[in-house]
């Protein structure tokens, strides 16, 4: 039995569920705040999305069924938690949740968890000029380093289309940062 079957198996258990969570959560915390930090842009919202998703994998753990790995499983979480976050966000500020987006990268410069210079804030802002799926890509693939296979499973969708978006991406991010 794999590391990961064994996680499941055990926080799938009564008995050893609270024990496994903590052996999860000190496993994908770190992973997982930057994936929603790349998503949702703020420290604060970050740590409230993770917790959110924490709370949803520890919840619904019994229903995975091992069709994708635990990491995929718990990234799409993450990922529909954050996009979930966003959009409630835009509607309690009545703006679109691109909107929504651009306040939160105008604000990352008054975030004093933001370690960026004005290239980064620059990356930021033509990251988000991209509709949300190749932002998604764009994101996981740039900053997150993950493999296409995973992004499809976590995106449920095909590997020939995230790599497409990634390309279509890239030259919408490099057209960006080379326009002024």
Same mark, same amino acid.
């Given at each position: 039995m794999t590391? $990961?079957?064994q996680l499941v198996k055990e926080l799938q258990s009564q008995q050893h569920k609270e024990k496994a969570f903590r052996v999860l959560m000190s496993l994908y915390k770190e992973r997982l705040y930057w994936h929603i930090r @790349? !998503?949702?842009k703020s420290h604060n919202d970050a740590d409230d999305v993770l917790q959110n998703t924490?709370? *949803?994998?520890? *919840? @619904? !753990?019994n229903n995975f069924k091992g069709d994708s790995k635990l990491f995929s499983w718990m990234y799409r979480i993450a990922t529909n938690e954050s996009i979930t976050h !966003? @959009?409630?966000n835009a509607k309690r500020l009545q703006v679109s949740s691109e909107e929504a987006q651009a306040l939160a990268i105008n604000n990352l410069t008054s975030d004093v968890y933001f370690e960026g210079d004005d290239i980064q804030l *620059?990356?930021?802002k033509a990251i988000a000029t991209l509709p949300e799926k190749q932002q998604l890509v764009f994101n996981m693939k740039y900053f997150e380093d993950l493999k296409y296979k995973d992004m499809a499973d976590?995106? $449920?969708?095909?590997e020939g289309a995230l *790599?497409?978006?990634?390309?279509i991406a890239v030259k919408k991010i490099e057209?960006?940062?080379t326009s002024d």
């Open positions: 590391d $990961e079957a @790349n !998503i949702v924490f709370i *949803k994998i520890y *919840k @619904n !753990i !966003i @959009n409630k *620059k990356l930021q976590i995106l $449920e969708t095909s *790599k497409a978006s990634y390309h057209a960006y940062l």
